[in-house]
């Protein structure tokens, strides 16, 4: 992740709270990132991981299938 990736930007239209501690939010703002960017930007990341983790076990249950094995 980049931090021009995640710095403010535009506002969103759908509105989603999260709750972090005061040292992590002033982190944020004296940065300038948005926690919303920061959010999308990490649920890429994890969609990204999620995908290739099922991905890879498709392909194992493809290629290594009882069946095959047996041959």
Do not use: C, Y
């Not at 939010?25 to 099922?54: C, D, M, R, Y």
């Amino acid at each position: 992740m980049r931090l021009k990736d995640v710095q403010r930007t535009d506002t969103k239209d759908v509105i989603l709270t999260v709750r972090v501690n005061r040292e992590d939010a002033e982190w944020l703002k004296g940065n300038n990132i948005s926690p919303s960017l920061l959010f999308s930007e990490a649920l890429k990341e994890l969609k990204g991981q999620v995908n290739t983790h099922k991905e890879a076990e498709d392909n194992l249950k493809k290629f290594a299938s009882p069946k095959k094995l047996n041959k």
